[in-house]
């Protein structure tokens, strides 16, 4: 059975990085399928943020992808998110998920549990 | 980008049907899926490639995708079926490949 557990600060300062991990068990990310982070901000719908292959190709949220950086770490079979110059807008439970992938990527399952994430001083 | 548009909510009395509507331009051509969300837990999926169970959600839960509209139907609805609802597709003809719904409050009376 695939899990998922996000890591990280659940505080981050505005203007700062904010970095989270995503240990996945059940399964090797060398083995195949994208991965990815969504967050929700409170009381808000689901954004994606952006997804990674094992072999490090990458797809970004458009509006995002000028502070975004995923990568993958195969030896712990982990990926992370890094997000640049964060604001209060980025306060959000971020969630990362296996994005299944048949010819083309399509669905996300299983979610990790999720982490709330807060921007301030 | 692509568009998917949910009504904000949705309200059924127990046993009935609740019919979840996910609109988008010729979302016919794409696959839909649906997650279910309770309050304070990730969404579990429930319905992909437009009509497909994953195992272990019960068969009260279905769905379709014809033209500009897909359709997440609840059957005989319980009130451990309240939650928020939310379409995604895969958009491979832009830049922002993964869109959801706005999602939809689900009510059982």
């Known amino acids: 059975q695939v899990q998922l557990q996000e890591s990280g600060p659940g505080l981050v300062k505005p203007s700062e990085t904010l970095s989270l991990t995503c240990a996945v068990s059940?399964?090797?990310?060398?083995?195949?399928?994208?991965w990815g982070w969504i967050r929700q901000p409170p009381g808000k719908g689901l954004e994606w943020i952006g997804s990674?292959?094992?072999?490090?190709?990458?797809y970004y949220n458009p509006s995002l992808k000028s502070r975004v950086t995923i990568s993958v770490d195969t030896s712990k079979n982990q990926f992370s998110l890094k997000l640049s110059s964060v604001t209060a807008a980025d306060t959000a439970v971020y969630y990362c998920?296996?994005?299944?992938?048949?010819?083309?990527?399509?669905?996300?399952?299983?979610w990790g549990q999720g982490t709330l994430v807060t921007v301030s001083s | 980008s692509y568009v998917l548009t949910q009504p904000p909510s949705v309200s059924v009395a127990p046993g009935k049907t609740a019919r979840i509507t996910c609109g988008g331009n010729?979302?016919?051509?794409?696959?839909v899926h649906w997650y279910q969300q309770k309050p304070g837990q990730a969404p579990v999926l429930v319905i992909y490639?437009?009509?497909d169970r994953p195992s272990g959600i019960p068969e009260r839960f279905s769905g379709s995708n014809s033209g500009n509209t897909a359709t997440l139907t609840i059957s005989r609805v319980e009130a451990g079926d309240e939650a928020d609802y939310y379409c995604?597709?895969?958009?491979?003809?832009?830049?922002?490949?993964?869109?959801f719904g706005g999602g939809t409050k689900l009510t059982v009376l």
């Open positions: 010729n979302i016919g051509s794409k696959s």
């Open positions: 998920a296996r994005l299944f992938t048949v010819v083309t990527p399509e669905w996300f399952d299983p």
């Open positions: 995604q597709v895969w958009d491979s003809s832009s830049d922002h490949l993964v869109v």
């Open positions: 990674i292959y094992h072999s490090g190709s990458t």
């Open positions: 059940g399964y090797s990310i060398s083995s195949g399928y994208y």
């Open positions: 490639y437009d009509s």
